[in-house]
């Protein structure tokens, strides 16, 4: 086996009993009735759609994606109910949902229409329907001085909202005005909670899906439940069993596998799985091919009514058209042999997706800002001499580079982030507005040391939320002239189609990230959707990382796990025969070795795991460090003072805390030097322990030293993304507890990322640009 060199520092330790469960590599496939939804576990969630079929194991997303804390104990338990509490099957009055889909259908045909009428190639944006189409058109039409904006935003909206010119250079930046800020969706009324909680008991549903399902579902969620209990589905946590649970005990026999409203909420949960997994669309056939595992007879007619309905987008790729319905599009397909008397070329083949709008919109809204902020671009300062001061000829070139392009994009490892930092600092002297935004806390505070100045690095969060950097201009935008996004790979396409349309025209972005590292929690592969496109400049690093683990990273990158000189022990092995010992050697690397060799202490070394569940899991983990770390009774809801936990405040955000109190007000943590206080009800779904994590909530961050643990059951949860990830987070030293023999140099050299079905890199490669560099 090719293996890393070295050692574990200190002595060996004797085995520690393993208990008598069967181990697993991750929580995948726990039973919703048998744990709530967890918003920091990886693993809550099944694969979905496609992801699901092939066996894959997919730690990312769900972790990150899954907020639906309200959904506990007990979510699951409609499978099994029986048919006898037969509820009221009468149909109600037109509900507020229903009237939208009747829009959507009359929508659709409009656009239909004018499509119809177009002689030209489609042009981006054409290919959405419903809701998102006409946002889009009616946004295209006050750009171009059609109509007023006023008149889109106040049949639509509500609230004017005009297109911002380019800041002027002498405006003085200022913080948005709260009044404008966005306005949350208000908490459902008790009224409606008790309605849905009175539905939810007559349907054998857990009364704790009550609160959650009115949040999901609105103050109409009683009359839509009980005209339609697969509703239910749109609720985190819920599965098909569930409903089809829920809706026998209201509809009794008047349900079953085929009925309409059934397939319509399957092809939505279908796509939001699939989201999960980062996809923004997935090929027809496996929609169709996971309804058939459903019991759905006609998966065809399922797909084109759910279309109909409005449930999902229909998408049209490698030929240009517009919304079509499924049949009629796979129909303009000929089959093989079937080619046209005359023609010596097969047509381009057309692949046939389905999308929720939602990501269609943020796919387009996206590829359309990039566009914006490519042609939009002015040479302006003069930056040769700045260039030529740079501390390094790659970041030189990545100044030249920005100084002529308003989209660069920029890859290296963790050395190269002094390049974008470079950037920063020689925008900021020439006089620009330039700012660094970081994943995390942890990375904003090792850009602000590379610049030199703390205010010019932020976290993306804090930036698009007003708390960090500079505000908002007199027009809205950000009042940046240069914005530099590092750990880009971790945006997906909702966050940076949000992130785009904050900047004004003129403004310079540049997206600075290693393509190794995994993906986004959320949806899309932004990063590397624009990297595959070819559409702007792009500049690679030509600085390695330094010393033996930066050496390891570099072969890993390329698909090879090669041995590594670490006469300083940097790169240590740590052989283990089971999970059991995985954890006593990972407990006595945290607590005794690593801090005895390298002075580095408990609470700066970083443990990653595969998964959260099995017998050295996150959770199994994370007990064992406790109880050795800081033993306490956890009297604040499973933590105690001192506790290291992370805080997902928000799906794809992990930001690690130590708990230093508890009252009556909520838990109090401190999150790198920031108070927070999270409120009773919802500790138990956004604060878990810290001292172990997934690898995808350490993206974007490092330590001084990590601990990565291979117990034998997480060999099917390897992939190279992972293992370049998980290796590079210590800065100083790395111990890997290996128990999964082959399967390390097999996942480095043969599994690479999962690919994500998205539909940006075709948008952007669509749309007029630049010359793009090579």
Known sequence: MTALPGETPGTAGTDTPEGDAPTEATDAEAPAHTEAPDATDAEATEAGASAAETGEVEEASADEATGSAEATEGAGDTAGVSADGEGDAAAPALSEAQAELAAQRELRERIAQRKAAKDGPVAAGTKLSGTAADLLAAVRAVESGEKAGTEFFDSHLGTPTPRRAAPAPAAQPRRPDPAAAPVE????????????????????????????????????????????????????????EQADGFARALLGAGCGPDDERRTAALVGWVLERAALQGHTALDAEAVRAALAERAVRDPDEAVRHAVEEGVALVFQEGAEAGFEGVEDV??????????????????????????????????????????????????????????????????????????????????????????????????????????????????????????????????????????????????????????????????????????????????????????????????????????????????????????????????????????????????????????????????????????????????????????????????????????????????????????????????????????????????HLDCGGTPVVVPQERVEAVVRHGWALSAHQTAGMRWPAAVVVLPGDAAAGLSRPWVYTAFGRGERHLSVVHGVDQALPHAVAQVPAQERTTRLRPLLEALPTPDAAS
């Open 185 to 240: 969706r208000p908490a459902a009324s008790p009224e409606a909670v008790d309605a849905v909680r009175a539905v939810l008991t007559e349907g054998g549903a857990p009364e704790a899906l009550a609160r959650p399902a009115t949040g999901t579902l609105g103050e109409q969620a009683a009359e839509l439940l009980r005209a339609d209990p697969w509703q239910l589905l749109a609720v985190p946590g819920v599965r098909p």
């Open 330 to 667: 796979e129909a303009e397909a000929p089959a093989e042999g079937d080619a046209p008397e005359g023609e010596t070329e097969a047509p381009e083949p057309v692949q046939v997706l389905l999308g929720l709008d939602r990501y269609a919109l943020a796919e387009e809204s996206l590829a359309d800002g990039l566009a914006r902020l490519l042609n939009a671009c002015e040479k302006g300062a003069d930056w040769a001499e700045a260039a030529a001061a740079a501390p390094s000829p790659s970041a030189a070139e990545l100044i030249r580079t920005a100084a002529t392009a308003g989209l660069v994009v920029h890859s290296g490892g963790e050395a190269a982030r002094a390049e974008p930092a470079a950037l920063i600092a020689a925008a900021r002297g020439l006089g620009l507005r330039a700012l660094g935004a970081a994943h995390s806390e942890d990375g904003r505070r090792r850009l602000a040391g590379a610049i030199g100045a703390p205010e010019a690095a932020v976290t993306l969060a804090g930036l698009l939320s007003g708390t960090e950097g500079p505000g908002r201009d007199e027009d809205g935008a950000l009042a940046l002239d240069l914005l530099v996004v590092l750990d880009a790979p971790q945006l997906d396409v909702e966050g940076a189609a949000v992130l785009v349309e904050a900047l004004a025209d003129g403004a310079r972005l540049v997206l600075s990230g290693d393509p190794g590292v995994l993906g986004s929690a959320g949806a899309g592969r932004v990063f590397a959707d624009v990297l595959a496109a070819r559409a702007c400049p792009q500049v690679v690093s030509r600085t390695p990382d330094p010393g033996p683990i930066g050496e390891l990273l570099s072969g890993i990158g390329i698909g090879e796990l090669n041995q590594v000189e670490a006469p300083g022990k940097e790169v240590v092995i740590v052989p283990v025969r089971d999970a059991g010992e995985a954890v006593h050697r990972t407990v006595q690397l945290v607590a005794d070795s690593v801090p005895r060799a390298f002075s580095i202490p408990a609470a700066e070394t970083q443990v990653i795991t595969v998964g959260h569940g099995g017998a050295a899991g996150t959770r199994a983990l994370n007990e064992a460090l406790k109880q050795r770390l800081n033993p306490g009774p956890g009297r604040f809801g499973g933590f105690d003072p001192g506790d290291r936990v992370v805080h997902v405040p928000a799906p794809g955000r992990a930001v690690p805390g130590v708990v230093r109190s508890a009252d009556a007000e909520g838990l």
